[in-house]
């Protein structure tokens, strides 16, 4: 029986390269199908100039068939296209590793749990809360990968299994992106771009509706994690997890666990976790967008304030991005090495050992990411909402919403970034509710809140397929435990964004 699931059970890897495959084949059925010149006019000109040529000299943007070589290319592309990504994971693979080489993360997820004995739930609330805050701030995605050694060590210690800690970490950050408020990738974005096309958005009502939704999904992601976190306590046959990935569990995070029983917490280790927890407060101060959070978006007076900052990047906090993280992280894990004690070689093959340990979830996201540049090579993604806009013509308001929701969970299915999204959609969908009627900023947080109910589970998304990894979860596992929370979200949204419209 046993051996049958093992067999039955499809990788990450394999899922991504199938709707890979599936991607080129639609494409190259749909080449040459051309796509409304409407889609493509209010694109970016610095991202979209070539195809803004293209309508400049009479003709029409079309779906270009993806070829054996776009396929055969596409996880070198991704890796070239999430380069920087990449180079993140690796160094805070390798500073988790030095950390957990000191003992000082499992003897103070032992302290921790120790301390919340008999309240272990309380402890899934408030860091699914935390990740859910740096979600609706600055868009914690990639940036939980680091999180999940620590966190599955710290569940499975305290009782749970590791689908309560991949919960803990990817419900609670997505859950907070859901209801982006001042995310700069989602909601920032799509401001910028719904202006691009001459529509002035209301930002009291998209931090007041964000609000709401993050909380009120929060809330439901809170209830839904720690019921099946309670029932696994009180009895572990309640795990969905399957045989083997019991066994993984017991093999490897129940030795770490065992490890951490026999550590003593010492001033060396509450040495080492202070600086594991400064580094990731910097990581999380230097990615807020603190230009347009506090100086309204005068990049002078931020430069004047915090431009001091750039002496160790050349990049002042709140310009950061991965790059600049890994060279942090990589400077922290030698802080702790030498608060450690650790010689050269020590200090090397330790960091080593823990990228290492992140060389799955490279991959996976690098195939993920090689999903979306075909897309963009091809221009499926355009014709997409070129066909969807097509849809959402004529209809009533209290069937626009629901429609222009269900149209943003296939958008963002296919077009994984947040980002990304907003830049090619809002100039459409925007304009297109304004014709319509409706409150073209309310279309911004449905396409927040869909793009979020998506990046939940999506394949498509290397957050989600890397933390899958990551916790030593299946992705079928994974599934089967989400669904039923993914229903009851999108039906809350669909209700929260609906009311929005009617009164607005």
């Not at 823990?354 to 897309?375: C, E, H, K, N, Q």
């Amino acid at each position: 029986m046993t051996e049958k699931k093992k067999r039955g059970s499809l990788s990450a890897f394999s899922i991504l390269m199938l709707i890979l495959l599936v991607l080129c084949i639609v494409s190259a059925v749909l080449s040459g199908s051309p796509i409304s010149d409407s889609v493509i006019k209010n694109l970016d000109p610095e991202r979209y100039g070539s195809l803004l040529e293209i309508l400049e000299q009479g003709n029409h943007v079309e779906v270009v068939g993806a070829g054996i070589k776009d396929f055969f290319m596409s996880i070198p592309n991704g890796f070239m296209d999430a380069s920087d990504l990449i180079v993140f994971i690796f160094c805070i693979g390798g500073f988790i590793g030095i950390v957990m080489e000191t003992g000082a993360l499992q003897a103070g997820v032992l302290h921790l749990v120790k301390k919340m004995k008999g309240k272990e739930e309380r402890l899934i609330v408030i860091l699914m809360f935390l990740f859910s805050l740096g979600g609706t701030t600055y868009g914690m995605a990639e940036e939980t990968i680091g999180f999940y050694a620590l966190i599955t060590t710290a569940m499975v210690a305290a009782g749970f299994d590791t689908l309560v800690a991949l919960s803990t970490v990817l419900i609670g950050a997505t859950s907070g992106v859901l209801g982006s408020t001042i995310n700069p990738f989602a909601t920032g974005v799509a401001m910028s771009s719904l202006k691009s096309v001459g529509i002035e958005p209301n930002v009291t009502l998209i931090m007041g509706l964000g609000v709401i939704l993050w909380l009120s999904t929060y809330a439901i992601a809170a209830w839904y994690v720690t019921s099946y976190a309670k029932k696994v306590k009180a009895d572990k046959g309640s795990t969905l997890l399957t045989v083997r990935e019991q066994q993984i569990m017991e093999e490897e995070l129940g030795e770490e666990a065992a490890k951490a029983a026999e550590l003593e917490f010492t001033g060396k280790h509450k040495a080492i976790l202070t600086v594991f927890g400064i580094s990731f407060i910097v990581m999380i101060i230097s990615l807020i967008s603190w230009p347009d959070l506090v100086f309204g978006g005068d990049e002078d007076a931020f430069l004047a304030a915090m431009g001091w900052t750039d002496f160790l990047t050349g990049e002042p906090l709140g310009w950061w991005y991965f790059t600049q993280l890994a060279a942090w992280f990589t400077f922290a894990s030698i802080i702790v090495a030498v608060i450690a004690g650790f010689s050269e070689k020590h200090f090397i093959n330790s960091f080593l050992a823990g990228a290492a340990d992140l060389i799955s979830v490279a991959l996976i996201i690098a195939t993920a990411r090689g999903i979306t540049v075909v897309m963009n090579a091809t221009h499926m993604d355009f014709w997409i909402l070129d066909k969807s806009s097509q849809l959402l013509s004529g209809v009533p308001a209290l069937v626009f919403i629901p429609l222009a929701y269900i149209i943003y969970l296939i958008l963002s299915f296919l077009v994984p970034s947040t980002s990304g999204l907003a830049g090619l959609s809002i100039p459409v969908m925007g304009p297109l509710a304004a014709e319509l009627g409706f409150n073209p900023t309310i279309m911004i947080m449905v396409f927040s809140a869909a793009s979020g109910v998506i990046n939940y589970f999506t394949p498509t998304s290397g957050v989600v397929m890397g933390g899958v990894a990551a916790s030593r979860v299946e992705y079928s596992t994974y599934l089967k435990f989400v669904w039923k929370f993914l229903i009851i979200v999108g039906i809350a949204n669909i209700v929260i964004l609906t009311a929005a419209e009617m009164m607005s």
